[in-house]
């Protein structure tokens, strides 16, 4: 085997960066990116306009009414108006819920507090087994916290203020005005209300400026295009900055891309209909795995071919940039490219990936300069299997009602908590409760330290306000003046990646709370105060519950999409083209797309494992799941379909060993899953057949073979490297 060979059969594993510095994160998350001034501008847009109806009208709840923009907006304007109506429903039908709730159990606290316990459960287990689980939770968890209040008349009854003067010194509690029963019915009624008006708002703004997220799906896709396009210019050779990026294109995936199409269909209802958004995301994403394999197998001859492919791409990068109906068509020719690989001809290993690439580019001139036409050819109909309101697993699956008992007890010890100590103030550690129990332990620490270190910029934020701003205010002016840099602040960070937007949620909510007090200047701070212990409080509970009671983590939901994709690779290697001839095959595209979607999945699953404990993430005997192993493992599809696309019909021998290798990986998905002895796994890998009449069969057979028995090497447990990494 040769040495370019052995290069490619090393599975083409990325090496795994050193963790950066909090600074350079920092730097990193924090940094422009396109429309994140503008979903900034926005936000900051609603908080004014907010503040003047608030205070202008003298809104109850101001600090809510303020705070929904930032705690329901999205960086888009696909899921901002998505959420706001889905939103507005959950609202309105919780409200109704609640107040039909306390009027059969107002006065039977015996009553109340069982069905309050049995709907929290009930917001667990459905957050987990229906298909719209967030939904589910947010309505219960607003019918439970609405009827929080309700255990103590005191609190319902002095929820709502009645106004002698201007300041917020002159307010007299409601309860003087009205029974503490109306005033609870009072309260449930302004507040969702004013989550109305807030939702209209939300939906007015997006309507007029919102972020359309078809803009972030075409900046990733030529960023992708750019980047092979640059080494294409450098033929492909390895070891240079033009190669390093595509290893980390390659490693990055395009998760966020399907995301971004996702959101966008929602705007555009077109795109579904032609299905060319997923079809150009798989083809790039395919495309640049392409040239990671050229790379590992650079030979000279092939640079003059790369270098026109390269011309091409930029070509298609142009209509892309200026639309195809205000250039020249791209000059493009299969058949010149195919010239252009005569000179390999002979490389059984080159010339084969050299054709992956000409049909690569086939499909993305094909949708990129005639998608009328083609769309049906090059991006075929993937119909989604019938949704409906519970998953298919959910009364079989454990792990729904785990995640029930969990966030249950939270619950209980946090309102426990609140009620011996008689410390109504801390009442966001029940809040944090249904915000932060998410499904895995790494994604509940994520949202913790995000809620946490955000509540605390917050209160300080505020606190810093009360002391130095807030005695020279004198009008509404004055105050926008002082909220609008912080709103900035916030707006700025909840703009961001996943990784730090909650932060910005935080920031805003714990500044409002403690600055908008009444509807006049405050000295008040023992609001960030109590926000703060109570998220603290809260934070701590779920944590300790996640951790110590069947604790499921990132790693195990990453498991179970990658073993999926493992076993879709048997499936792709099974499939032969109808017509060899052809750019695409529709069968073969459609079980493409559900390889993509499960390494996609597998990467989204790992983003928080960093942040689990090492004593959960490891299991003895089973290979730890990483982002290079997801690569290596993506890295399989290259041969996978260097080996079904090829133009000749294959040999008996050869139909025989890709049958024993679909059983095979079968073997490798159990073995990730579940650990079993590497050995015995290695051994039973079939032995690649030596095909007189079929060299490059034969070539990428073994290269298949060799990327094989390095990931068991690689990943196996039991090698002291491995155990020592664990």
Not at 165 to 178: E, I, K, V
């Amino acid at each position: 085997m040769s040495s370019a060979e052995q290069a490619l059969g090393t599975t083409l594993r990325l090496g795994r960066p050193a963790p950066p510095s909090l600074l350079a994160f920092l730097r990193k998350e924090l940094a422009p990116a396109p429309g994140r001034a503008r979903n900034t501008v926005l936000l900051v847009a609603q908080v004014i306009v907010t503040i003047l109806i608030g205070e202008t009208f003298r809104i109850p709840d101001l600090p809510v009414f303020v705070f929904i923009c930032f705690f329901l907006s999205g960086n888009d304007a696909a899921s901002n108006m998505s959420t706001a109506v889905m939103g507005g429903i959950v609202i309105v039908v919780g409200t109704a819920l609640t107040i039909l709730f306390l009027m059969a159990s107002l006065s039977e606290p015996g009553l109340r507090l069982p069905l309050m316990l049995l709907m929290t459960l009930a917001a667990g287990f459905l957050s987990q087994a229906m298909t719209m689980g967030a939904l589910a939770n947010i309505l219960l968890f607003w019918i439970v916290y609405m009827t929080m209040s309700a255990d103590m008349l005191e609190t319902a009854g002095y929820s709502l203020d009645g106004f002698v003067g201007n300041t917020t010194d002159s307010t007299l509690p409601a309860a003087l005005f009205m029974p503490p029963e109306e005033a609870m019915v009072h309260t449930l009624l302004w507040v969702g209300a004013v989550f109305v008006m807030a939702l209209a708002i939300m939906v007015i703004a997006n309507r007029l400026a919102g972020h359309d997220p078809l803009t972030m799906l075409r900046g990733g896709l030529v960023a992708r295009l750019e980047a092979v396009a640059q080494a294409c210019d450098r033929g492909g050779r390895p070891d240079t900055k033009e190669s390093q990026a595509i290893n980390r294109l390659a490693e990055q995936g395009v998760a966020s891309l399907r995301h971004f199409h996702d959101l966008s269909v929602k705007l555009h209802p077109e795109m579904s209909q032609r299905h060319v958004g997923l079809a150009m995301i798989r083809t790039t994403a395919r495309l640049v795995m392409i040239m990671l394999a050229w790379g590992r197998l650079y030979q000279p001859e092939g640079e003059a071919f790369l270098r026109k492919a390269g011309e091409i791409v930029r070509d298609f990068l142009r209509i892309s940039g200026h639309g195809r109906d205000h250039t020249s068509p791209a000059e493009y020719d299969a058949a010149e490219l195919e010239e252009l690989a005569e000179p390999f001809r002979h490389d059984p290993r080159l010339h084969p990936i050299a054709l992956e690439l000409i049909r690569s580019l086939t499909i993305i001139h094909g949708l990129l300069l005639r998608p009328e036409t083609s769309a049906a050819s090059f991006a075929p109909e993937i119909k989604a299997a019938a949704r409906s309101f519970l998953k298919p697993d959910a009364f079989t699956n454990p792990t729904y009602p785990r995640a029930a008992i969990r966030i249950a007890l939270s619950v209980v010890i946090c309102y426990a908590i609140t009620r011996f100590t008689s410390w109504p103030g801390i009442q966001t550690a029940v809040v944090t409760c249904f915000l932060v129990s998410l499904g895995t332990v790494g994604d509940s620490v994520h949202k913790i330290l995000l809620r946490v270190v955000g509540a605390m910029i917050g209160a300080f934020l505020g606190i810093g306000t009360i002391l130095t701003v807030m005695p020279s205010l004198t009008d509404c002016l004055d105050l926008l003046l002082a909220v609008i840099p912080v709103a900035l602040f916030a707006g700025w960070v909840k703009s961001g990646s996943d990784r730090i937007a909650y932060a910005g949620v935080q920031i805003a909510m714990a500044y409002f709370m403690t600055i908008l007090q009444g509807y006049g200047p405050t000295l008040d701070m023992e609001t960030a105060r109590n926000r703060v212990v109570g998220i603290l409080i809260g934070n701590i509970v779920v944590y300790l519950v996640a951790a110590v009671l069947w604790p499921v983590t990132t790693t195990d939901v990453a498991r179970r999409h990658l073993t999926g994709a493992v076993r879709q690779l048997g499936e792709l290697i099974m499939l032969r083209r109808k017509r060899p001839d052809a750019a695409v095959d529709i069968t073969q595209e459609i079980e493409r797309e559900k390889f993509g979607r499960a390494i996609a999945s597998t990467r989204t699953a790992l983003t928080n494992a960093p942040l689990e404990e090492e004593r959960l993430k490891y299991i003895v005997a089973v290979p730890a799941i990483t982002s290079a192993l997801v690569t290596d493992i993506q890295m399989l599809a290259i041969p996978v379909a260097v080996i079904s696309d090829m133009r000749h019909a294959p040999e008996e021998a050869a139909l025989d060993y890709v049958r024993d290798l679909r059983l095979w990986l079968d073997d490798l998905a159990a073995w990730l899953a579940e650990g079993r002895d590497a050995a015995v796994l290695e051994t039973a890998l079939p032995v690649p057949p030596v095909l007189a009449h079929d060299p490059q069969r034969t070539a990428w057979f073994a290269i298949l073979n060799d990327s094989l028995r390095q990931i068991i090497h690689r990943y196996d447990p039991d090698m002291p490297e491995q155990a020592e990494a664990a």
